[in-house]
């Protein structure tokens, strides 16, 4: 336990929202590829899912991987657009409200899924379940002024 309270209090810097928008994705994709959907770096901390959006703009693939809340015994996820803290909105999140149908690998397997945006009572509710599950969105959310982004992921 006292390894995760490390993680959480590392990864609610700013030096760590600098950096690992460049590291984490790149190496959770080379791994995932390496080994088929079987193995996330990132999902040591979290769990974590592969998402294959549709370009909001481009139309084409965009395969991103990304810490998830898993729900309902693995039939739904929670994902939060923190960005790591940073002040945009991460460019997935984007991609899933022009074009919510998209797929996830999860564990090595692959799900076709419907994103919703969460609002009102609905997104307060994850939210307050999301910072008991990585209290560090408590410290991402306190450095920006935009609301961060929740979804909700369904089986299709």
């Known amino acids: 336990m006292r ?11 700013r030096g760590f929202a600098r950096v690992a928008p460049h590291v984490i994705p790149a190496l959770d994709r080379a791994v995932h590829r390496l ?3 079987k193995v ?15 370009g909001a703009r481009s139309g084409l ?10 729900e309902d015994g693995g039939r739904r996820w929670i994902l ?6 940073r002040p945009g909105h991460p460019a997935w999140s984007h991609n899933l409200l022009a074009h ?14 419907t994103a919703s945006l969460l609002a009102g009572e609905e997104r307060a509710a994850a939210w307050q379940a999301l910072l008991a599950f990585w209290p ?6 306190a450095r920006v002024e935009r609301e961060i982004r929740v979804f909700r992921l369904v089986r299709r």
Not at 64 to 70: F, I, K
């Open 40 to 54: 996330l770096l990132s999902a040591h901390m979290l769990p974590g899912v592969v998402l294959t959006s549709t």
């Open 136 to 141: 560090p969105y408590a410290a991402y959310q």
């Open 61 to 70: 693939p965009r395969r991103t991987p990304l810490a998830c809340m898993p």
């Open 3 to 13: 390894g995760a309270r490390m993680v959480q209090k590392v990864s609610s810097t």
């Open 80 to 85: 939060v657009g923190s960005n790591f803290g």
């Open 100 to 113: 919510p149908e998209a797929e996830i690998s999860f564990k090595g397997r692959d799900v076709p899924v």
């Open 35 to 37: 080994t088929r959907g």
